[in-house]
């Protein structure tokens, strides 16, 4: 049995929420985004589109390879509860995981607000042609949006003890919170660290899964590529807090 | 055991989602949103966040009551996908049942998109204060965004024979594609107009959910209040096709 994984080249991205958790749960897979251009990907999606079976509306997507039978799972949520069913890396109570993956969900929802803070009048235009309209979308997620989220993730890492969601290890929570902070910290630096203090949880949380072994040795390889300006967590000065 | 469903009160919104399948599946509940108004809501909510359990971050979300037991889910394609499971309306085929919730979840993305399209700088600032950002996101969706999930939607209920997304009946997905089709259509009549000739399948299956028993007694209800210009999809003409 193997994986693929497949997504963007040049770009962390949504297919750094998977990375993150199959880095830090030791799973193996081969990553197609650092193996290939954006090309292989658009055809491989396209042969998937047309195969006649369900297939991925856009990466990231995970295949598993058993032999000659494959299956391709698609959405970072999705593939992360799928992983952690799989590989038996549950709570063991299964409300806890329903929580955990409805955490997942509310990061997907941010980390798209955070994309659009960037590009609020659509992706096909560039943001130099929109950079008017991203100021004002930025003030509302630096001021009002980033607070409600934190207040709720911050609620929520108080209900078990220790830095994790879960009581006993870490979880694709963890890591993905850990990777919006990253996320957020690299495009508006001087709000998150007014925010900081604010949320002591969060930031232990982020903290501790930097240490994870896997992610420790995830971050100090040239496979964590640098967050830049054609991912989804960009840092344009101007979008951060005066 | 019980259901009750929270959600604003006045406007289909995300609770429609969940609503429509357990219309469709004959799963009784109690509509929170239709017998309190927006401050019952809010209250609950304050008190799940302070409750120190695992909360909802936003409404729609669904309360199980079982004697003493109470279990909170939310996030619309989690309830769904969770209802599925608990009430045995999957299809039997585990990575069809995933594939499905995988298109579920792309649903949520274009839902998304479309709210986004009157509120492209904010949620927190009026649309009057927005119209000339929402006519270019608009124009985007419109044109680009709306062929791009449909082409998708268009290929996936080509998998299997019949009119759903499942060869046997219908599921979650379907009931959710109804609520997209019938959204997109009330917001952007003229749009929806010209591609209706280009998605047979999606009009197809759109029409075979609005017939199951289920559906068609909930839509002839005063339980299906009308879309407005308070909710997720909303008729601005000048924000649809020329």
Not at 89 to 93: A, F, I, Q, R, T
Not at 160 to 167: D, I, L, T, W, Y
């Given at each position: 049995m193997s994986y693929d994984l497949w997504y963007w080249p040049g770009i962390q991205g949504r297919g750094e929420f998977v990375r993150l958790f199959m880095e830090a749960a030791g799973i193996p897979y081969r990553d197609r985004a650092r193996q290939g251009d954006a090309q292989a990907l658009v055809e491989d999606m396209e042969a998937r589109e047309k195969s006649g079976a369900f297939a991925p509306y856009a990466p990231p997507y995970l295949v598993a390879k058993d032999g000659a039978d494959e299956f391709a799972i698609a959405q970072a949520a999705h593939i992360l509860a799928w992983l952690t069913d799989r590989h038996d890396?549950?709570?063991?109570?299964p409300q806890t995981d329903l929580h955990l993956i409805q955490l997942q969900l509310t990061i997907t929802d941010v980390v798209a607000e955070a994309h659009d803070t960037h590009h609020p009048l659509g992706g096909g235009l560039y943001y130099e042609d929109q950079k008017h309209a991203a100021a004002t979308r930025a003030k509302g997620f630096r001021e009002d949006r980033i607070p409600k989220y934190f207040d709720h993730f911050e609620a929520a890492l108080g209900v078990?003890?220790?830095?994790?969601?879960?009581?006993d290890r870490f979880g694709h929570v963890d890591t993905s919170l850990f990777q919006l902070v990253e996320g957020l910290r690299y495009a508006f630096p001087r709000r998150m660290a007014e925010l900081a203090a604010d949320y002591p949880r969060i930031c232990a949380c982020r903290d501790e899964v930097a240490e994870l072994p896997g992610i420790a040795a995830y971050l100090n390889s040239d496979r964590r590529i640098p967050f830049n300006e054609d991912g989804i967590f960009r840092h344009y000065p101007e979008l951060d807090a005066p």
């Open positions: 890396l549950g709570s063991g109570d078990n003890p220790g830095a994790f969601f879960r009581a």
